[in-house]
């Protein structure tokens, strides 16, 4: 599977990483084109040299079956029309810009293209990816093995594209929710006489043992929270005094800010 990246960001550059590490792709069938002299050169160097990477956006397109576009969504226009001279409908293209409808890129580029638009998250370099994939004009092969792609890379499951958005705030975004919970559970345990970097690390398996009861017991959080939550316990005490502060309702405000 040879894939081309026009842009090596933090988003396009967690994507090819995780790609190597997970071994869906080998470093010589990755392609990667960006404007960035220090992005390339940190592909480069994660890559030992074995990933081809160039300023020329035409140059990577032309050797892939799979083209990803990874830019800012007010750059998708720019590269699409820069691009459509070196791409045929042979190729697969991938747009990971936030925003950007399928059919917009369908306009630019033709309706005989298979188009996919992916959100992930940046924990995709580390094969904890939570990726969301909707198509146009796609068959279910071609659908299959873009989910698979995605899958090596955490999690991936397919959407309506009008659901992208909804996503975005729960997954994207969700990501920095969940860490500004670890800073505020590091504070406090802080002002219990932790040390912060012990607090961090304790807090952050913590999250990942919380995670990993849902995902694997398949089961739902408050079965989880009460198998945890004993009559006069500390447990009770700390959420009733959470919730006395508003901690689900602002959660959820937070969630549905950008609606």
């Not at 090819?16 to 050169?41: N, R, W, Y």
């Not at 959470?242 to 609606?259: D, P, S």
Request: glycine letters at 8%; proline letters at 2%.
């Amino acid at each position: 599977m040879k894939i081309a990246f026009i842009g090596a960001g933090n988003m396009g550059g967690a994507i090819v990483k995780g790609l190597i590490v997970s071994k869906a792709c080998k470093a010589d069938e990755i392609f990667v084109a960006d404007a960035s002299e220090e992005a390339l050169k940190n592909i480069s160097s994660f890559s030992k040299g074995k990933i081809f990477t160039t300023t020329n956006n035409c140059e990577a397109v032309k050797q892939a079956e799979y083209i990803v576009i990874a830019v800012k969504p007010w750059l998708v226009d720019t590269v699409v029309e820069g691009i459509k001279s070196a791409i045929n409908p042979k190729q697969t293209i991938i747009s990971i810009a936030a925003g950007v409808e399928l059919s917009h890129i369908a306009d630019m580029v033709g309706k005989e293209y298979s188009l996919f638009r992916v959100l992930p998250n940046t924990a995709v370099a580390l094969l904890a990816g939570m990726n969301f994939v909707s198509s146009l004009n796609a068959s279910k092969e071609e659908e299959a093995v873009v989910l698979g792609l995605f899958n090596k890379l955490g999690r991936a499951i397919t959407i309506p594209e009008k659901q992208m958005a909804a996503f975005t705030n729960v997954s994207s975004c969700g990501i920095a929710y969940a860490l500004r919970y670890l800073r505020a559970a590091t504070e406090g345990a802080v002002e219990l006489g932790i040390r912060p970097d012990i607090a961090q690390e304790v807090i952050a398996q913590t999250m990942i043992g919380a995670a990993e009861l849902i995902l694997k017991n398949k089961t739902n959080a408050e079965h989880e929270i009460d198998k945890v939550t004993t009559p006069g316990g500390w447990t009770i005490k700390g959420l009733n005094a959470m919730e006395e502060h508003g901690f689900t309702n602002a959660v959820i405000k937070g969630i549905k800010a950008n609606n």
